[in-house]
């Protein structure tokens, strides 16, 4: 059977709108703000090649360019066909492909747990969610419904007035669409209050909470009424980490943070994540990173922008 011209013309004109309100609404190098705290837009010209990144639960829709994911010997693509859904926060390593010519332009999105679990209800009744194992990432085909939502929602936000009535349901729209697409099942067996995967879920919220506290796996354990051998391995399953691995990488995240908007002296942020020894807080940084943290602050604010 021959494409259909018409929607091949309507397909490609689609994306090019998309790119063209991406690159008006993220004029900066870096992440660009927009009249919505929970949606941010990267614009990038950088090739960047295995970058430790940890993002919050939410959706990465590349528009211009293309990102690849490694975690655990399995490769998750983001680009202009394919989008990355996170049902919960996992460190993982990054590649990218841009240039000054064509820079990778790419929608961060949020999500909003508790509007996630308004509409995973509501989905319920209807029988709509599909029976799928818990995973951290996602990588899903970028669907025409998808595309339309997100058209909507950029041409919205160029308009503070807009972005403030309409916003919120736009984004309530497009947590449907990612809820319903192929990962669906897998995003909500992740975040649903049942199972042990649901159970190791709770701890990563308490984790992210408590990052900067005295830490034991017993006490992971007890907090969720799991045997230590249990939660070890749901915890793995889920983060493709151990847990004590998680920690280290969310606390050298965090660190990260504050040292790129200086919000204290290494020493001060390394006490502040839950080190004793600044000495093994460098040194795990750089093992981390590749670099030292006031090397990677610098490589954060050129590649990435203020950080706020």
């Known amino acids: ?84 859904a996170v049902s919960v926060p996992v460190p993982f390593r990054m590649r990218s492909i841009a240039s000054p010519e064509r820079p990778l332009l790419a929608v961060y999105v949020d999500f909003d747990m508790q509007m996630a679990a308004e509409i995973a209800m509501q989905l319920e009744t209807h029988d709509e969610l599909a029976d799928d194992r818990p995973r951290s990432l ?21 308009r503070p007035a807009e972005a403030t009535v309409l916003g919120d349901g736009l984004l309530r729209e497009l947590h449907f669409r990612v809820l319903v697409g192929p990962q669906g099942g897998a995003m ?49 399953e889920l983060t493709g980490s151990s847990p004590m691995q998680y920690v280290k990488a969310m606390r050298l995240h965090e660190a990260r943070l504050m040292i790129a908007r200086h919000s204290g002296t290494i020493a001060e942020i390394a006490g502040s994540v839950g080190y004793a020894s ?18 990677e602050a610098k490589w954060m604010r050129h590649h990435l922008g203020e950080i706020v």
């Open 138 to 158: 996602m990588s899903s085909r970028m669907s025409s419904d998808i595309e339309d939502v997100l058209l909507r929602l950029l041409t919205t936000l160029r």
């Open 1 to 84: 059977m021959l494409p259909n011209p018409i929607k091949l013309d309507r397909d490609g004109s689609v994306r090019c709108r998309l790119v063209e309100l991406a690159g008006m609404l993220a004029p900066a190098q870096g992440y660009n703000r927009t009249a919505l705290s929970s949606v941010r837009l990267l614009r990038t010209e950088a090739v960047l090649h295995d970058i430790p990144v940890l993002y919050k639960p939410g959706a990465v829709f590349v528009l211009q360019g293309s990102k690849e994911g490694m975690l655990e010997g399995e490769v998750y693509l983001y680009d202009e066909d394919h989008y990355l």
């Open 278 to 295: 600044p000495a093994q807080f460098s040194r795990d940084f750089k093992r981390h990173f590749g670099r030292t943290a006031s090397e």
């Open 188 to 236: 909500m067996a992740a975040l649903q209050q049942q199972g042990s995967a649901s159970r190791v879920v709770q701890s990563l919220r308490w984790l992210r909470e408590n990052y900067g506290a005295d830490i034991s796996i017993a006490d992971l354990a007890k907090q969720v009424g799991m045997s230590i051998p249990s939660y070890h391995l749901r915890f793995k």
